[in-house]
């Protein structure tokens, strides 16, 4: 199949969010390759990514039906397990075929949103009869939806758009949440370490997963449990200091992974250990059912190696914050059954360094249909965080999409299913963030569907697309073209 051919390529290109660079290069190419009009749009003046728009003559009989615009985002989600070695910046993505899904080795897949895209661009070269077609490739959909946010007023030509970033066969999204990120910085004036026992507390093989997606999944959170377990041993062994802390990467994944490096004085060694067990088992059997492959360890490191602590107070300060710092579903939406309305994910905790001096930075993001409560709990996370004596920021954000049941699209979309398959659709406002809510704010004339082939656990390692269902939501998109 021409799409898999196409993704097989994508997969080879390096493109984590905020560096498209190849990926803009490869679009520029396979346009002059097949003749098709390219246009390149600079995120900003003098950036080095764009977003790319190639555009795709009617075939006969359909110059006169109005255009179509297929939209998907050129970035993706670069995570991987620990232990692997892989460049993002640099080297391929190693796939393999397992039971009807193909999967990659260790790393995210990228089919979010590589699979839209190569859709996309399978249509424009396929036989199959479809009007004047807008191919608009977004950059860094994942890390702030840039892309869109910068899109120029005037270059879509087309009233209807077919975003291909949606992960469940045979469902057709009518809505998303908006969404905002908040950023603390907790600076400190790092203090020499007493000599004394040294250990490493780690929380690993967690799912993680998308943190829309999956944030309604029980899906356990390895920020919280690792401090959750320094806050227990905190309180029973007031002279632990903390010497590094590390744990999850981006702000759309629920951090899989977490470390944190603690000494105390030789005397409280056995106390350390014991009270970890104690804890330990406490979290265990909270969540062992929901995370059977969690790991929680704690092993003994050379001293020498963390001459400096953070100071005792803004230690705790820091953990009272992150206790404190929601995390997970906040409502769900009392129209659509089943549908988080609200939640939001702690993301990341990072000790970083800059001119101004050494910092712990925590990133978390909230979604939300409901603009207020959206807002609510954006300032909730900000009043725990400041707690610390933290300095909080937050991102620009991005609107909902608000569902329109009576779209004439959508009709035409589920009907073209109903085609194909022989079933019906699945109609649905989604909890993940599309890019579909910034297009309506610059073009409000757009009537706009979401759908795309089953994938599962976007956004980790074990991420996978489905063969057979990428097969019938090709033909579904170009019956549905056929139809328009």
């Given at each position: 199949m021409q799409v898999l051919e196409i993704f097989n390529e994508i997969t080879k290109i390096p493109r984590p969010s905020k560096h498209e660079e190849q990926m803009n290069a490869w679009l520029r190419q396979f346009a002059k390759d097949h003749n098709l009009i390219c246009e390149s749009y600079p995120i900003h003046e003098g950036a080095t990514t764009a977003n790319i728009i190639i555009r795709v003559p009617a075939t006969s009989g359909y110059e006169d039906r109005e255009g179509v615009i297929l939209q998907a985002h050129q970035d993706m989600v670069c995570e991987k397990d620990s232990g692997v070695e892989h460049d993002f910046m640099r080297d391929p993505i190693q796939t393999y075929e397992k039971d009807g899904w193909l999967h990659a080795n260790g790393t995210t897949l990228g089919a979010d949103n590589g699979i839209g895209v190569a859709m996309a661009l399978a249509?424009?070269?396929?036989?199959?009869?479809?009007?004047?077609?807008?191919?608009?490739?977004?950059?860094?959909?994942?890390?702030?939806?840039?892309?869109?946010?910068?899109?120029?007023?005037?270059?879509?030509?087309?009233?209807?758009?077919?975003?291909?970033?949606?992960?469940?066969?045979?469902?057709?999204?009518?809505?998303?949440?908006?969404?905002?990120?908040?950023?603390?910085?907790?600076?400190?004036?790092p203090e020499k370490a007493e000599a004394g026992f040294a250990a490493r507390i780690s929380v690993s093989g967690l799912q993680g997963g998308h943190s829309g997606e999956d944030i309604n999944k029980n899906r356990a959170n390895a920020n919280k449990i690792l401090t959750r377990i320094l806050f227990g041993l905190l309180k029973e062994i007031p002279q632990l200091r903390l010497a590094q802390i590390d744990g999850g990467n981006l702000r759309n994944?629920?951090?899989?992974?977490?470390?944190?490096?603690?000494?105390?004085?030789?005397?409280?060694?056995?106390?350390?250990?014991?009270?970890?067990?104690?804890?330990?088992?406490?979290?265990?059997?909270?969540?062992?059912?929901f995370e059977p492959d969690m790991k929680i360890e704690l092993e003994s490191c050379a001293d020498e190696l963390f001459d400096a602590v953070l100071p005792a107070a803004v230690a705790e300060r820091l953990l009272l914050s992150l206790i404190a710092c929601p995390h997970g579903v906040f409502a769900m939406s009392p129209d659509i059954e089943g549908l988080v309305q609200t939640s939001t994910n702690l993301a990341s905790v990072k000790m970083k360094e800059d001119e101004r001096g050494n910092y712990v930075e925590i990133n978390t993001s909230q979604r939300s249909s409901v603009e207020s409560e959206k807002h609510y709990l954006k300032d909730m996370v900000e009043c725990a965080l400041r707690l610390s004596g933290a300095e909080v920021s937050h991102g620009d954000g991005y609107p909902g999409w608000k569902p329109n049941p009576s779209s004439a699209l959508l009709q035409v979309v589920k009907d073209s299913w109903y085609?194909?398959?022989?079933?019906?659709?699945?109609?649905?406002?989604?909890?993940?963030?599309?890019?579909?809510?910034?297009?309506?704010?610059?073009?409000?004339?757009?009537?706009?569907?979401?759908?795309g082939p089953q994938m599962r656990d976007v956004h980790s390692p074990a991420e996978r697309l489905n063969l057979a269902s990428t097969e019938r939501t090709y033909r579904w998109l170009l019956k549905t073209l056929e139809k328009l």
């Amino acid at each position: 199949m021409q799409v898999l051919e196409i993704f097989n390529e994508i997969t080879k290109i390096p493109r984590p969010s905020k560096h498209e660079e190849q990926m803009n290069a490869w679009l520029r190419q396979f346009a002059k390759d097949h003749n098709l009009i390219c246009e390149s749009y600079p995120i900003h003046e003098g950036a080095t990514t764009a977003n790319i728009i190639i555009r795709v003559p009617a075939t006969s009989g359909y110059e006169d039906r109005e255009g179509v615009i297929l939209q998907a985002h050129q970035d993706m989600v670069c995570e991987k397990d620990s232990g692997v070695e892989h460049d993002f910046m640099r080297d391929p993505i190693q796939t393999y075929e397992k039971d009807g899904w193909l999967h990659a080795n260790g790393t995210t897949l990228g089919a979010d949103n590589g699979i839209g895209v190569a859709m996309a661009l399978a249509a424009a070269l396929s036989d199959a009869p479809h009007p004047a077609l807008e191919l608009l490739f977004t950059t860094d959909e994942e890390t702030g939806l840039t892309g869109a946010h910068c899109l120029p007023d005037g270059v879509l030509q087309g009233k209807r758009l077919i975003n291909l970033d949606n992960e469940d066969d045979g469902q057709i999204c009518m809505g998303c949440a908006g969404g905002i990120d908040t950023l603390a910085r907790l600076y400190y004036t790092p203090e020499k370490a007493e000599a004394g026992f040294a250990a490493r507390i780690s929380v690993s093989g967690l799912q993680g997963g998308h943190s829309g997606e999956d944030i309604n999944k029980n899906r356990a959170n390895a920020n919280k449990i690792l401090t959750r377990i320094l806050f227990g041993l905190l309180k029973e062994i007031p002279q632990l200091r903390l010497a590094q802390i590390d744990g999850g990467n981006l702000r759309n994944a629920i951090a899989r992974e977490a470390k944190a490096v603690v000494i105390v004085p030789m005397k409280d060694k056995e106390q350390l250990r014991v009270q970890f067990n104690v804890v330990t088992s406490v979290i265990e059997q909270e969540i062992r059912r929901f995370e059977p492959d969690m790991k929680i360890e704690l092993e003994s490191c050379a001293d020498e190696l963390f001459d400096a602590v953070l100071p005792a107070a803004v230690a705790e300060r820091l953990l009272l914050s992150l206790i404190a710092c929601p995390h997970g579903v906040f409502a769900m939406s009392p129209d659509i059954e089943g549908l988080v309305q609200t939640s939001t994910n702690l993301a990341s905790v990072k000790m970083k360094e800059d001119e101004r001096g050494n910092y712990v930075e925590i990133n978390t993001s909230q979604r939300s249909s409901v603009e207020s409560e959206k807002h609510y709990l954006k300032d909730m996370v900000e009043c725990a965080l400041r707690l610390s004596g933290a300095e909080v920021s937050h991102g620009d954000g991005y609107p909902g999409w608000k569902p329109n049941p009576s779209s004439a699209l959508l009709q035409v979309v589920k009907d073209s299913w109903y085609e194909v398959t022989g079933k019906d659709a699945q109609v649905v406002a989604i909890h993940a963030g599309l890019e579909c809510g910034l297009f309506l704010e610059k073009y409000s004339h757009l009537d706009m569907v979401a759908f795309g082939p089953q994938m599962r656990d976007v956004h980790s390692p074990a991420e996978r697309l489905n063969l057979a269902s990428t097969e019938r939501t090709y033909r579904w998109l170009l019956k549905t073209l056929e139809k328009l």
